[in-house]
């Protein structure tokens, strides 16, 4: 509900959508209609994902738009065509240019030219491991490697499980992203998290390692 006051709108609140249990499914069903009104499409596999695909004179132009909650990357072949994009979105919502990518969901994005794009997770890395110095080592795993569940002791210690947990989470995160390399041996011992012991602090100490050695 609006009402004029002091010369200006002011808008009264009914209910608070982010307070809501509905919330995000009203907030992408907002964002799916204005997105659609523009001509983008959304991805069957990735309902987060749009495309619009459009031909100006003779020259095919791409838009890609992500959505990450309230937040939207936007990239494509035309800057012409997302300036568009862009002007036509703060029409319809409130919203800010934060300008070239740099950092997303704990990415880091450089720019190396034009058509360059270099993608890495150091800050990342570092936020969550807190290493600073290791030795340099260049398999995930150790070659002598010969864990079992068996070896598992009867009483865990729960903060050292815990610590553990986080740490698998933490390399499961950065392989899905950018580092495939980690992707067997992080996916391999996240079958130990119910059981901690000296082997095994070894093999994730081997990730780590290979994480800031190279």
């Excluded at 703060?90 to 880091?108: H, M, P």
Aim: hydrophobic share 40%; glycine share 6%; net charge neutral.
């Amino acid at each position: 509900m609006f009402y004029d006051y002091k010369g200006g709108t002011i808008a009264r609140l009914k209910r608070n959508l982010y307070g809501s249990k509905s919330a995000p499914k009203l907030r992408y069903k907002c964002l799916y209609e204005v997105l659609v009104e523009l001509g983008f499409k959304s991805v069957a596999v990735h309902p987060c994902l749009f495309i619009s695909i459009t031909n100006m004179a003779g020259k095919i132009v791409i838009v890609v738009i992500s959505i990450f909650v309230d937040d939207l990357l936007v990239t494509g072949n035309s800057v012409e065509e997302i300036a568009g994009i862009q002007e036509k979105m703060k029409s319809k919502f409130v919203s800010t240019d934060q300008g070239e990518l740099e950092y997303y969901l704990g990415v880091e994005v450089s720019t190396v030219d034009e058509n360059t794009l270099l993608l890495h997770q150091t800050g990342y890395a570092k936020k969550m491991f807190q290493m600073t110095e290791c030795k340099e080592v260049k398999t995930p795993l150790p070659r002598d490697v010969n864990l079992s569940l068996m070896d598992s002791p009867d009483e865990v210690d729960p903060i050292l499980q815990s610590e553990y947990r986080a740490i698998i989470g933490s390399l499961m995160y950065l392989y899905q992203w950018i580092r495939a390399d980690l992707g067997f041996a992080a996916t391999f011992l996240t079958t130990f998290c119910q059981g901690i012991f000296t082997d095994l602090v070894r093999s994730i100490s081997k990730q780590l390692n290979i994480l800031f050695g190279i």
